[in-house]
């Protein structure tokens, strides 16, 4: 079945730093990949996506290329804010085409002043 | 505000009550979700509606009981619920003809006493 796995969080991160939050899946066939954003008492808001290989996603800064050699959709930005500070979610597209999103665990992402 | 409304944000219930979550979407969806999140625990997926009809129930205890009188209208019916059941419920929409990801609502905070 699909799965998708991300880095153990938490991440905590001096402002301006780089950042980087791993995310491998596993799919038969050709997902869409996404990454959401979770800040603190909201719900899930979708920060990038990507639909085929070799894309790139980007957003507010961030940014993540669809890697299909090796399966992963590695999350980016080369300078982090404290306002970036929440939980970041991988997610995939089930490729048989029933649209159900398939979910990471979540990275928590801490930035310090 | 991302079109997806979840009413009421925060609710505390004893475990004899009985409340409703609601979920309304303006984006003329045909998809809606319920999602449990519980801290330290990866987003679960309860139940599934496309076009009203239930697609998926992801072996949800009866104590929690769905209803989608139509597609813009999600409700989430709960009686006897236990203190494990306190979490985030997060409600989300898609358009699967031309899926995009998911549009989540910011969530209900329950907790039961």
């Known amino acids: 079945g699909n799965s998708v796995t991300q880095m153990e969080g938490p991440v905590t991160l001096s402002e301006e730093a780089f950042l980087t939050i791993n995310c491998t899946y596993t799919a038969t066939g050709y997902p869409s990949l996404f990454w959401y954003v979770q800040y603190p008492g909201e719900g899930l808001q979708l920060l990038l996506k990507?639909?085929?290989?070799?894309d790139k996603g980007s957003n507010k800064g961030f940014e993540a290329t669809y890697r299909k050699e090796t399966t992963s959709f590695h999350l980016e930005k080369g300078s982090v804010q404290v306002s970036d500070s929440a939980v970041y979610f991988c997610a995939l597209s089930d490729p048989t085409g029933n649209e159900k999103l398939t979910f990471g665990t979540g990275t928590r992402l801490t930035i310090i002043p | 505000e991302t079109g997806v409304t979840q009413t009421p944000r925060h609710l505390v219930m004893g475990m004899t009550n009985k409340k409703s979550l609601k979920c309304e979407q303006h984006?003329?969806?045909?998809?809606m979700y319920w999602y449990k999140q519980s801290a330290k625990k990866p987003l679960e997926l309860m139940f599934v509606?496309?076009?009203?009809?239930?697609?998926e129930n992801n072996s949800v205890p009866s104590r929690f009981s769905p209803e989608c009188p139509n597609s813009s209208h999600l409700f989430l019916h709960l009686h006897t619920l236990q203190p494990e059941d306190s979490a985030l419920y997060l409600c989300?929409?898609?358009?699967?003809?031309?899926?995009?990801?998911?549009?989540f609502g910011s969530g209900t905070r329950l907790t039961v006493v």
């Open positions: 990507a639909t085929k290989a070799d």
């Open positions: 989300a929409s898609s358009q699967n003809d031309r899926f995009d990801g998911y549009t």
């Open positions: 509606y496309n076009f009203k009809e239930q697609t």
């Open positions: 984006l003329g969806h045909n998809a």
